[in-house]
């Protein structure tokens, strides 16, 4: 099984904001709600891309908020289940 690094280079929030394509207050929001750290990172950038992509579709910043958040548990919880049917096999 291959383990992926998380890159932790750190961007700025007006770097983070230029190269993922949305304008630097929104990438501030998303700090100050607690979707992201101060310390960005490549990972970041990926979750800031799919911020624009949700207000391309006309979602508002606190809908992209809940969205997100739930997208969180949902990964959370298939992670727990997969290791629950890992365990069960054995």
């Given at each position: 099984?291959m383990?992926r690094r998380?890159?932790?280079t750190?961007i700025?929030?007006?770097?983070a904001?230029?190269?993922?394509g949305?304008?630097?207050?929104v990438?501030?929001?998303c700090?100050?709600v ?9 990972r970041?950038l990926?979750?800031?891309r799919r911020?624009?992509?949700l207000?391309?579709?006309?979602i508002?910043l606190?809908?992209i908020?809940?969205?997100l ?16 049917e890992r365990?069960?096999r054995?």
């Open positions: 099984m383990v998380e890159e932790r750190e700025t929030i007006r770097k904001a230029e190269r993922a949305v304008q630097v207050h990438a501030r929001h700090v100050e607690g979707l992201m750290d101060r310390a960005l990172t490549d970041d990926a979750e800031l911020v624009r992509r207000m391309a579709l006309g508002n606190p809908g908020e809940v969205i958040r739930m997208r969180r548990q949902i990964q959370t919880l298939q992670a727990e289940l997969r290791e629950l365990r069960t054995q």
